[in-house]
């Protein structure tokens, strides 16, 4: 894996360096280039061939071309480095001749190993290149056998009657039931207990079982399933040396005519159905086959029943499982071990073979605390040396299973944290930046890397954690213990490391040759910059520095390798540092900046290949001035601040640098959010033709503002734009704006249009979300035109003075969520509206008391029409508990800050809990954050509490939070209303299947405080 992504890596600095070259000048020898690019070509093909087939064989191999690879990149990017920092024409003779030398002994290198190459292809031909086929024992007998009763089965008791309900159906045709699920999880143990349930086996005349696995050989699968079948004793030995052909017949004749029962368990392409299907008749009278697979793709792909999709086990059924498969049925665990064993099987998270292999392991050793404790601590150790490693093993077929392209994406997902909610655009930038994507024509590298994310999760290896408002998907998370086989093979092939600092600096030469680094801090801030400073002096070459501050705390980080291409940090770092990272693609940073760090930007006009720039922002009214050298960076793709605002200088004429107005056309820039006052000129809009998303904002500096001084008309001609945030406060937005026709989002903040302007929105052929925010639209009544918002999927709408909404199902046929806040005069939410077919979800905070009643009308009549028990009526205050007993939940919400700790009162017998209760607070120090299950920081709360906002109309949003890794469920605003400061959350519950909790935060003097 490590030599493909390094292929790639070298491939993609190759591709853009022929591109566009640095601004300084032309470095490289073109036909150096060329024969390097040419090498790297032709030894990802032979890769992407026999890797998965040689991988064992070639193991040398890879590794020579790896370090190769890395060589090259090596000399080639510090050449680059070099020359913008010296930036000077006046170069040495012998320096350009050494690197020439460099380079050259690099080029013969990959010339040998394309001999290599060559050889082992010459060998190969004329013979078949494929694994020695599998030989399949049948498992009938062995799951009808006394050993059965090991297999307990915990969790999955209404899973197995669903199945065995669709299996013995009146359905009299031929149907194909797959069960679909990670590596571990249960498939297979769930197929046994239905295969060999006595009511299975009276239902149907014949039975059996396959085991298809990775390499498959359809003559030893057809052999298996007809000694398996037992019709005739020692039969399938009778019929070795037959063709599949014959085979195939000799199965059709003993299935033609009986109802009967195949199981394939573990398959894992839909070739080896394709291959076999002809042999099953459809006899007409319930014949089923039972297909198990870790695959979503090849579920899909049986056109039959719908797959069914096993869950991971919650904490009530892991416990069970694991005080089963410890102790048995008849003990239980003692007191003095179950909370330690509780810990244990929270650290496997659900998957039943880890908690299957850790219990193993534990059932054979002695039961005292010590050696629990030390288990506790090490999990993932135990249960890579339990059972001989059997549990990794079992995961680690999905990952060599992958193609060779997927494998550094996978591997990636180690940097996160273990229960990370990762955020699907981050992502993805990420990937395009670390160079680990392939190219595809006429595709963006963030399509296909998004390409590569959803096979990854139909491969069940990434989990789906949330869909945004369009159906897309917007976060994932890993599993622990997947997230662990990544690390391990990871650092295995020096991919990357994921460590504390002490234990980098511990051992300097283990992280000599890493690329990548991933630094959790763990010491106070002084400590933390020396040992940074001090494993980046051992990692020289790393491209990659991610730093996650433990403490949510902005650190400056005397970051000082010139080679970085990615640097994610909690803080930022000085003008200095930036101006000598001239390697840089990719810069994230949650840090809010203030001061002299506003201008921290304008020292990102060197970067030769700079791509992605991510940043937290700034709580102050200054935007943040970008330099006019971003007119001159073609790689450009992403430029974003989550709080605050850019500035975007014009472009400078055409007709400098010798009049090539190409290299001013940024043709990769898809992002660019937040900028204030938009020029939305021809000329800048001819410079970046592919943009996606765009965020603006238009606010006067004095009482002149003419909305012609920013050609906004001109956003129509944006003819790839998909998401558009347009924000007004204070302008009240022209009537005869018209928006491009390719945009899928849209949202409207202080724009105060009428409701009648609405139809220019509802015309656009491709809208599927719709957000109306804080006065986006004004006036007492909405009557939407019929014909428009065909295709809405989304439609939020807060802080308005609406009060009639007159629409039907006909308005928004295609509906899928609504969601309503601050609506405080709204009358009545239109009962057509729950006519709409595809509604899923009513969400109302903070509105009227007849909405919320008419939403409730809403809910109970789609209960009785349609049987849809989804819609919420959320009221002031939504929490949507899972339930961990059957009988109820009785649920309550501590908060905390420092020592002070409140308690709301406990609602009985409720899931979706309203409190409606104050609770005060004491703020000495605004930097301790408030925790209800969830942390969130009040320091930008804060922040804006000492602005002068008077004078502001009701509803002006101050600043936004984006959701976190772990606290915000969704976007929080700080606003200005009816005279206060006051801002609305909705957190993320943790240690819970699924949970939120709203709340509001006011800001109340008390008498005899000293105030802010």
């Known amino acids: 894996m490590a030599a493909y992504a390094s292929l790639l890596s070298l491939g993609n600095t190759l591709d853009q360096l022929l591109e566009h070259p640095p601004r300084q000048r032309d470095v490289f020898d073109r036909a150096q280039i060329d ?83 060559m050889k082992l292809k010459e060998s190969d031909q004329g013979v078949k290149i494929t694994e020695q086929p599998k030989k399949y024992a049948t498992v009938g007998s062995f799951i009808r056998g006394p050993s059965d009763s090991k297999n307990t089965m915990v969790g999955f008791d209404e899973d197995l009657i669903q199945i065995m309900d669709t299996l013995t159906g009146d359905e009299s045709n031929l149907q194909i039931l797959s069960v679909v699920g990670m590596g571990g999880i249960g498939k297979t143990t769930l197929a046994r207990h239905i295969y060999s349930n006595p009511w299975i086996e009276n ?63 573990d398959m894992w392409s839909i070739e080896v159905w394709n291959a076999i299907q002809r042999f099953f008749p459809d006899n007409n009278n319930g014949c089923r086959i039972l297909v198990t697979t870790r695959l979503s793709n090849v579920a899909d792909n049986f056109h039959s029943c719908t797959p069914h999709r096993l869950p991971l086990l919650d904490e009530v059924q892991s416990w069970s499982l694991f005080c089963d498969k410890v102790f048995g049925k008849s003990e239980s665990c003692p007191l003095e071990l179950e909370e330690i064993g509780k810990t244990i099987v929270r650290n496997c998270r659900g998957l039943p073979l880890a908690i299957a292999a850790i219990s193993g392991l534990l059932a054979k050793s002695s039961p005292t605390v010590e050696y629990w404790e030390s288990v506790a601590n090490g999990t993932y150790e135990a249960l890579n040396m339990g059972d001989d490693g059997f549990c990794f093993e079992i995961l680690s077929l999905s990952y060599r299973q992958l193609p060779v392209h997927l494998k550094p994406c996978f591997l990636y997902m180690a940097i996160y944290p273990e229960d990370s909610n990762i955020k699907i655009s981050n992502l993805v930038k990420l990937w395009v930046a670390e160079g680990i994507v392939k190219p595809k024509t006429d595709t963006s590298l963030e399509q296909v890397a998004e390409d590569n994310l959803k096979d990854l999760i139909d491969r069940n290896l990434i989990q789906v954690r949330d869909y945004g408002s369009r159906n897309n998907i917007k976060s994932c998370t890993i599993h622990d213990i997947l997230r662990e086989l990544c690390l391990n093979e990871a650092e295995k092939e020096n991919f990357l490391c994921v460590a504390v600092i002490h234990s980098l600096n511990s051992h300097p030469r283990s992280i000599s040759n890493m690329r990548r680094l991933i630094i959790q801090r763990t010491s106070d801030e002084e400590e933390f910059q020396q040992e940074v400073f001090d494993a980046m002096n051992s990692a020289s070459c790393s491209r990659t520095l991610i730093c996650r501050d433990s403490e949510y705390r902005p650190t400056k980080l005397p970051v000082r390798s010139r080679l970085l291409r990615v640097l994610s940090i909690d803080g930022i770092c000085s003008h200095e540092e930036i101006l000598q990272l001239v390697n840089l693609r990719c810069i994230h940073s949650r840090a809010s900046l203030s001061g002299d760090e506003l201008n921290i930007l304008e020292s990102l006009s060197l970067p030769w290949n700079l791509q992605t720039v991510n940043i937290g922002g700034t709580s102050s009214e200054r935007s943040i001035s970008l330099p006019t050298e971003i007119w001159e960076m073609p790689h450009l793709r992403h430029l974003k601040i989550a709080r605050g605002y850019f500035h975007l200088p014009d472009p400078p004429s055409t007709k400098s640098k010798n009049g090539r107005r190409d290299i001013f056309e940024l043709k990769n820039l898809q992002t660019l959010s937040r900028v204030r006052n938009f020029r939305c000129t021809n000329e800048v809009l001819r410079r970046m033709p592919n943009l996606k998303k765009l965020g603006i904002t238009y606010r006067g500096f004095t009482h002149r503002f003419q909305w012609d001084c920013y050609d906004v008309y001109n956003l129509v001609h944006l003819h790839n734009l998909e998401s558009l945030t347009l924000e007004s406060p204070f302008e009240k937005l022209p009537q005869n704006l018209c928006f491009p026709c390719s945009l899928k989002k849209l949202t409207l903040s202080n724009c105060t249009v009428p409701w009648g302007y609405l139809t220019v929105v509802g015309s656009l052929p491709h809208l599927e979300a719709l957000n109306l925010m804080n006065f986006a639209a004004m006036g007492r009544e909405w009557n939407p035109v019929e014909g428009q918002f065909l295709q809405l999927k989304s439609l939020r709408i807060s802080y308005t003075d609406l009060e009639e909404w007159v629409a039907d199902s006909s308005h928004f046929p295609n509906l899928e969520k609504l969601q309503l806040s601050c ?188 105030g802010l």
């Open 35 to 117: 024969s390097l690019l040419d090498n790297v070509t032709f030894l990802q093909d032979f890769l992407e061939v026999y890797s998965p087939i040689r991988g064992d064989e070639i193991q040398g191999l890879e590794g020579k071309i790896a370090g190769s690879a890395y060589a090259a990149e090596d000399i080639i990017e510090s050449r680059v480095v070099d020359q913008i920092l010296e930036d000077s024409e006046a170069e040495s003779e012998s320096s350009s001749t050494l690197f020439c030398q460099d380079l050259q002994k690099v080029i013969e290198e990959f010339d040998c190993l394309k001999k290599d190459v």
């Open 203 to 265: 239902h149907f005349d014949r039975h059996a079982w396959v085991t298809i696995s990775q390499q498959y050989s359809v003559h030893e699968i057809l052999l298996g399933l007809i000694k398996d079948t037992g019709v005739v004793a020692g039969e399938g030995e009778q019929h070795t040396g037959r063709n599949v052909d014959e085979l195939g017949l000799r199965l059709h004749k003993i299935l033609f005519g009986r109802r009967y029962l195949i199981v394939m368990d």
């Open 823 to 1010: 609506l405080f005069d709204l009358k009545e939410i239109p009962y057509g509206i729950g006519e709409i077919g595809t509604l899923g979800s009513i969400s109302l905070f903070y509105c009227s008391s007849s909405a919320n009643a008419s939403a409730e009308k809403i809910q109970e009549e789609q209960q009785q029409q349609l049987g849809n028990s989804d819609l919420q009526d959320s009221g002031q205050k939504r929490i949507n508990l899972a339930v961990r007993d059957v009988r109820s939940s009785d649920p309550y919400v501590v908060v905390r800050m420092g020592r002070q700790k409140l308690k709301t009162r406990v609602i009985r017998k409720d899931v979706n809990p309203e409190w409606n209760e104050d609770l005060t607070l004491s703020v000495s120090n605004p930097s301790i954050p408030i925790t209800l299950s969830a942390e969130f920081d009040i320091r930008p709360y804060i922040e804006a509490l000492k602005m002068n906002l008077s004078g502001l109309p009701s509803g002006t949003i101050i600043s936004k939070i984006q959701p976190s890794r772990s606290n915000w469920a969704e976007e929080s605003s700080v606003i200005w209303k009816d005279g206060k400061v006051v801002q609305d959350l909705c957190l993320g519950l943790r240690n819970v299947e699924c949970g939120e909790v709203e709340l509001q935060l006011q800001w109340i003097d008390l008498p005899g405080a000293k």
